[in-house]
C-alpha cells in the first residue's frame, strides 16, 4: 500500500456502488478483480478495482455480458494496453535513435560539393 493511495472494505465498497457484497466475492472468485488482503485477511479495494468493478457492472447490467464474456473482455482489454504500452517504447526508441543519428550527423564536417571535371589526353 502506497501512503497516498486509498483503500476501502468490501462493505464501503458495496454501499458505495450500491451493490451486494456477494457479489463483489463472486467477482473475486471469477478472477475479475484482484483486491488487496490485510494480514487479517480483510479485502482492501483501491481507486482501480473500484473503476474495474463498474466496467464489469457496466457490461453486465448495460450490456447484458455475462462473467465469462467480461472475463475475455478484461483479458482483451488488458492485451490492447499492453500493445500500446510495446508501441509507445518503440516509438521511444526508433525516436532516440533518430536524434542520435541526427546528433551524429550535425557533428560531421560539412560535406563539400564535388564536381567532375573532365580530363582530356593529349599525345
Known amino acids: 500500500m ?12 458495496a454501499e458505495m ?10 467477482y473475486e472468485r471469477e478472477e475479475l478483480i484482484s483486491p488487496m488482503r490485510t494480514s487479517g485477511n480483510i479485502r482492501l479495494y483501491s481507486e482501480d478495482n473500484i473503476e474495474e468493478i463498474k466496467f464489469i457492472r457496466e457490461m453486465t ?34 525516436r532516440r535513435k533518430i536524434e542520435k543519428e541526427n ?10 560539393k564535388t564536381s567532375i571535371i573532365k580530363i582530356e589526353r593529349v599525345d
Not at 467480461?70 to 516509438?91: A, F, G, T, Y
Not at 546528433?103 to 563539400?112: F, I, Q, T, V
Open 2 to 13: 502506497t501512503k497516498n493511495s486509498r483503500y476501502y472494505t468490501i462493505g464501503m465498497v
Open 17 to 26: 456502488l450500491n451493490i451486494h457484497p456477494h457479489t463483489l466475492r463472486e
Open 61 to 94: 447490467q448495460d450490456l447484458g455480458v455475462n462473467l465469462a464474456g467480461v472475463d475475455i473482455i478484461l483479458r482483451m482489454k488488458k492485451q490492447i494496453e499492453d500493445l500500446h504500452k510495446m508501441v509507445e517504447n518503440i516509438e521511444e526508441l526508433v
Open 103 to 112: 546528433s551524429r550527423k550535425s557533428a560531421l564536417a560539412p560535406k563539400k
